[in-house]
Each structure stands twice: as structure tokens, then as C-alpha cells.
């Protein structure tokens, strides 16, 4: 029987690291790779076609909720499952939005990833207890997120992704070059992101990207 294929996506090695040493310890698993970052988990995702992403939301150059849109879009088949830090309904919506398979809690049980791991791999999502009552109480009330007029709704794919990297310090060359287009095209997004948002500082587009959990500033 063909071991399910699996890449990690988290930009703290030590949390790679663990998860490939539980996870080479089950007969039916591998790890075929680790990522870093969003952009790096796209491309090692559409070389290596993994069965299974688990991925981090926080991570520089691309953030896992538009690392996970891209993956599911170029690779229909691999499964994304997050792993993270964050509760909040934002963005366990954000990520099943996304395409997201599966959204667990990094205090969660090892039992409970390759629980969700199998669970993916059959077709159905899997949500960790701990986020199953926010996704339950949003979809069932059918009632819009409360950032639904933030960024992830008001941005495109393009302008969200432009954004983080402003935030992150990135200068507008440094950022033309990364999505080898030109510094004309970046400054227009930069002034549409700035109109959409009505924010017409890069300090205040940067706190605008923290708050909304496009970035973060604990690196």
C-alpha cells in the first residue's frame, strides 16, 4: 500500500521538525518536504504533488490562507490541512474559504492530526473540537463574519498578497521582482489597496495587515 505523501508548511524549523519525527513514525506516512513560507509551500506543492499540506497561517512572503487558495487552485487533488495557533472564527473561516480540508489547533494531540490526516484523505473535513462550535455557530446562523468588510473580502488575491509583503518591510522593487511583474503594475496595486481600505500610509497599511492576520510581527 502507497504511503500518503505529505508537506509541511511552517516557518519555525523546530515545529517541522517534530511533526516529520511523529509523522515518519506511522507506516503509513511520509514527508516528502518542508516549506518555510507560503510561496515556497506553492511551488513544492505543484512539484512534489503531496497527498497532504499541513500549513501554517503565519508565514512570511505569503500567509497560509492565500498559500492554501493557490495550492487547492493549481492542485485540485492535494488536500490542505491547517495548523495553527489561531481560534478565531476569522480564520477558520477564512481557511475553509480557502479550500482548507482540515483546521486544527497546535496544542491538539498527534493522535488528532493523523486523525484528520485519514479524514481529508476520504473526502470529508476535519475541524479540531476546539474550532468545530465557531464554524457550527457561523454557518449554521448564517451570519456574515465579522470582518466582512475587511481585507480578505474587500482585496483581490493579488492585492492581499501585495499587501503583506508591504507590510512586511518589502520596497516596491524588492516586490516587482518576487511577482515578476513591473514596479508600475505593484504601485497601482498599492493605491488601489490604499482607496479600498482608505489608508493612505505604508505604517498604517502595516498595523491595518497585523491586525487583520495577514502578517505578524513575531518572527
Same mark, same amino acid.
Given at each position: 500500500?502507497?504511503?500518503?505523501?505529505?508537506?509541511?508548511?511552517?516557518?519555525?524549523?523546530?515545529?517541522?521538525?517534530?511533526?516529520?519525527?511523529?509523522?515518519?513514525?506511522?507506516?503509513?506516512?511520509?514527508?516528502?518536504?518542508?516549506?518555510?513560507?507560503?510561496?515556497?509551500?506553492?511551488?513544492?506543492?505543484?512539484?512534489?504533488?503531496?497527498?497532504?499540506?499541513?500549513?501554517?497561517?503565519?508565514?512570511?512572503?505569503?500567509?497560509?490562507?492565500?498559500?492554501?487558495?493557490?495550492?487547492?487552485?493549481?492542485?485540485?487533488?492535494?488536500?490542505?490541512?491547517?495548523?495553527?495557533?489561531?481560534?478565531?472564527?476569522?480564520?477558520?473561516?477564512?481557511? #475553509?474559504?480557502?479550500?482548507?480540508?482540515?483546521? *486544527?489547533? =497546535?496544542?491538539?494531540?498527534? &493522535?488528532?492530526? !493523523?486523525?484528520?490526516? +485519514?479524514?481529508?484523505?476520504?473526502?470529508?473535513?476535519?475541524?479540531?473540537?476546539?474550532?468545530?462550535?465557531?464554524?457550527?455557530?457561523?454557518?449554521?446562523?448564517?451570519?456574515?463574519?465579522?470582518?466582512?468588510?475587511?481585507?480578505?473580502?474587500?482585496?483581490?488575491?493579488?492585492?492581499?498578497?501585495?499587501?503583506?509583503?508591504?507590510?512586511?518591510?518589502?520596497?516596491?522593487?524588492?516586490?516587482?521582482?518576487?511577482?515578476?511583474?513591473?514596479?508600475?503594475?505593484?504601485?497601482?496595486?498599492?493605491?488601489?489597496?490604499?482607496?479600498? #481600505?482608505?489608508?493612505?500610509?505604508?505604517?498604517? *497599511?502595516? =498595523?491595518?495587515?497585523?491586525? &487583520?492576520?495577514? !502578517?505578524?510581527?513575531? +518572527?
Amino acid at each position: 500500500m502507497a504511503k500518503t505523501r505529505i508537506l509541511l508548511a511552517d516557518d519555525h524549523k523546530i515545529v517541522c521538525e517534530g511533526l516529520r519525527n511523529l509523522l515518519e513514525k506511522q507506516p503509513n506516512m511520509e514527508v516528502v518536504g518542508e516549506a518555510a513560507d507560503g510561496r515556497t509551500a506553492v511551488a513544492m506543492a505543484k512539484q512534489l504533488l503531496p497527498d497532504v499540506v499541513i500549513m501554517d497561517i503565519a508565514m512570511p512572503g505569503l500567509n497560509g490562507i492565500e498559500a492554501a487558495r493557490q495550492i487547492v487552485q493549481e492542485s485540485r487533488n492535494v488536500k490542505v490541512i491547517t495548523l495553527s495557533m489561531h481560534s478565531d472564527k476569522r480564520f477558520v473561516a477564512e481557511m #475553509l474559504k480557502a479550500g482548507a480540508s482540515g483546521y *486544527l489547533l =497546535k496544542d491538539s494531540a498527534f &493522535e488528532e492530526l !493523523t486523525a484528520a490526516v +485519514k479524514t481529508v484523505l476520504s473526502g470529508k473535513v476535519y475541524l479540531s473540537p476546539n474550532v468545530a462550535g465557531v464554524v457550527v455557530d457561523e454557518y449554521v446562523r448564517r451570519k456574515p463574519p465579522h470582518d466582512s468588510a475587511g481585507g480578505f473580502s474587500i482585496l483581490t488575491s493579488k492585492e492581499r498578497e501585495v499587501l503583506q509583503l508591504l507590510a512586511e518591510g518589502r520596497s516596491t522593487k524588492e516586490i516587482a521582482v518576487r511577482l515578476k511583474v513591473s514596479v508600475k503594475t505593484i504601485e497601482t496595486h498599492r493605491q488601489h489597496i490604499m482607496d479600498k #481600505l482608505d489608508i493612505h500610509s505604508v505604517a498604517e *497599511l502595516t =498595523k491595518y495587515a497585523i491586525r &487583520e492576520g495577514m !502578517t505578524s510581527l513575531e +518572527k
